[in-house]
């Protein structure tokens, strides 16, 4: 989605057509990997040293965050709950860095289109199903089958595997309509009063806009939470 005039706005229209999501998302990319490289570089450079050096408080920041995912992630998960806590901070990282890039006028936000938070979405439901099949083998097939998990119940899976599966395959749809439908209803709304009066006015959206991304992106990673827990675990109910 647009936002006012862009740099990319002056490249050719077959190049520029539909591809601002896409645009955004590179530049979150390069905000990130520039900002690891940094960090990386201050790490090395600090060696066994405990003073603190230069983009200390940035590293605090992320170590804190990380901190309160791996806490929502035990509560969630369970003991197993560090062996997914690169994809879903990862995640977060991602997600958040883009909702808040979409803040920017002229700037187009990664979330802001459909296509982007569903191939989030799309990446969490490929790898619950994967982790799922790990942890449970043929055992997690069964659960769609049967997810009331009682020997009865395979005689209402005619009518429950049908309900299963469409509730399976709507996870993604769900969590990627949710968060672009939001990101997309927060910019506007920022953007709008931004034309009226560009100074004063927008800056309490602008901190509604920021408190929405926070939130957005704990709902996504939350609930990535769950429907990995859901699989992973043998006692889950679909």
């Known amino acids: 989605m647009k936002h006012g005039i862009c740099w990319y706005d002056f490249l050719p229209f077959y190049v520029r057509h539909d591809m601002y999501h896409i645009v955004g998302t590179i ?19 600090g060696g066994d040293s405990i003073v603190p050096f230069e983009g ?30 690169s994809i879903i901070c990862s995640f977060a990282i991602f997600i958040f860095v883009s909702n808040f890039l979409g803040l920017i006028p002229g700037v187009s936000s990664g979330t802001d289109n459909i296509n982007t938070t569903l191939a989030c979405g799309l990446i969490i439901f490929l790898y619950f199903n994967i982790e799922g099949f790990r942890s449970l083998g043929f055992k997690h097939a069964i659960h769609i089958m049967n997810p009331i998990n009682i020997w009865w119940g395979w005689f209402l899976s005619p009518l429950l595997f ?46 509604f806009g920021l408190l929405i991304s926070v939130i957005q992106t704990a709902v996504f990673c939350i609930l990535s939470c769950v429907y990995i827990s859901l699989h992973v675990t043998e006692d889950g109910s679909h």
């Open 162 to 207: 049908p309900i299963e599966l469409v509730s399976l395959c709507i996870r993604p749809l769900s969590l990627a309509v949710r968060l672009a439908g939001n990101m997309i209803g927060d910019h506007q709304v920022l953007f709008a009063f931004i034309e009226i009066m560009p100074f004063l006015l927008p800056l309490p959206f602008f901190v």
């Open 27 to 45: 530049i979150v990319f390069i905000v990130l990997i520039i900002g690891t490289m940094r960090v990386r570089y201050q790490l090395r450079k």
């Open 56 to 85: 200390h408080i940035l590293i605090n920041g992320i170590i804190q965050f990380i901190e309160v995912c791996m806490s929502f992630m035990e509560e969630i998960i369970g003991t197993s709950y560090k062996r997914h806590l």
